[in-house]
């Protein structure tokens, strides 16, 4: 699959601009604030419909205007495939397929995959389990359907209980029966989410393993665990257990919408002991890992965005990541950074055909 151009109206700071992209390697270099990031976002854009930096979509539409369209045109089984995402302020966000737009935006996903590593990929250390699960989820959901399916409906019964028990609380009121109801579903639907994770991360770790050691200079031993309340007991019982302390906290206590994912080197938190080269080096493993996954389950290979990847690792790594277009056949790679020389130098060490692109 190649991404064989991409033009922007309207999108964050692009009025107008068109893109004629390498099969291969492309490479957008300038200056801090031109917008290399923002292009990556866009291409992105293309395969989630939603940006990996800023989730409030109006937020994309270039000051002073009403609307963004973001346009991609892609080479994918020898066939070209037009991909159009548009907003306008006040209305719906629409994603189109060669003309026909999307009933559901779930069913564009995993049509285009794709993997980006970013700065902002840090988050997956620091912040709080929802990033976690929203990184593992992607994953699944780029090749498996009936999970992301799953996960919609468990988020929306999710949504409802917890309604329903504020409802409760507010009238000072209880009724077991439609909580029982209530119960069976998000048992049905985290039971299926419970089996698809445990099952992903078991076929997942080993590959995120060697790919650490791979790009790593260590020897340190890393591992990623998986926490969930479903290790303990089934769903339907732990929410019936937890019913009193739901009720106190109006909120749903119990379920996959707590699962998180433990990083560790040498069986400590990586967050609190592990220096910042080993923080890199994990998350580019990760994500390299991502890619792995999801070329191995789809059979094609995902669309690579490494932004601002220096700021990551030093050039020696980069190039070692470069190469992997050699040794392993990637695919298209897009990549943004601040100095052209820099880069054209990592990227004359393959041999593929390569653009880059000044802006």
Do not use: W
Not at 5 to 27: G, P, Q
Not at 53 to 79: A, L
Not at 277 to 288: E, N, P, R, V
């Amino acid at each position: 699959m190649i991404l064989k151009s991409l033009s922007l109206l309207n999108y964050k700071n692009f009025d107008t601009k068109t893109f004629e992209f390498d099969a291969t390697i492309n490479c957008l270099v300038g200056n801090n604030g031109v917008g290399k990031t923002n292009v990556l976002d866009a291409i992105y854009h293309l395969s989630f419909g939603k940006s990996y930096f800023n989730p409030v979509s109006s937020q994309n539409i270039r000051h002073d205007e009403d609307f963004f369209v973001i346009n991609g045109e892609y080479d994918k089984d020898n066939k070209t495939e037009n991909i159009v995402v548009s907003l306008k302020k006040g209305q719906k966000k629409v994603i189109k397929r060669n003309t026909k737009a999307y009933d559901k935006f779930s069913d564009h996903i995993g049509f285009l995959p794709l993997v980006i590593i970013s700065p902002a990929d840090r988050d997956l250390i620091i912040e709080g389990s929802d990033t976690r699960r929203k990184f593992i989820d992607s994953v699944i959901s780029q090749n498996d359907k009936n999970y992301l399916s799953h996960l919609i409906n468990y988020n929306k019964v999710l949504a409802q209980r917890n309604s329903l028990l504020k409802y409760f609380a507010a009238n000072h009121t209880y009724n077991q029966d439609t909580i029982d109801v209530y119960n069976e579903q998000l048992n049905t639907y985290g039971t299926e989410i419970f089996e698809k994770r445990k099952a992903f991360l078991k076929f997942f770790v080993p590959i995120f393993k060697e790919r650490y050691k791979a790009i790593s200079d260590n020897n340190e031993a890393i591992d990623l665990d998986y926490k969930s309340h479903l290790f303990d007991d089934d769903l339907n019982t732990l929410l019936r257990q937890n019913i009193n302390k739901d009720k106190a906290l109006q909120y749903t206590s119990v379920g996959v919408h707590k699962d998180d994912l433990i990083f560790n080197i040498d069986d400590h938190p990586i967050k609190k002991f592990g220096s910042q080269g080993q923080q890199k080096s994990f998350l580019i493993a990760l994500k390299l890992a991502q890619f792995d996954s999801i070329k191995a389950e789809s059979g094609s290979n995902p669309i690579l965005l490494l932004d601002d990847i220096f700021d990551k690792l030093d050039e020696t790594r980069v190039a070692q990541i470069i190469k992997l277009v050699d040794d392993e056949n990637f695919g298209q790679i897009f990549i943004s950074d601040t100095h052209a020389d820099r880069t054209e130098n990592v990227v004359k060490q393959v041999h593929q055909s390569y653009k880059i692109f000044k802006l």
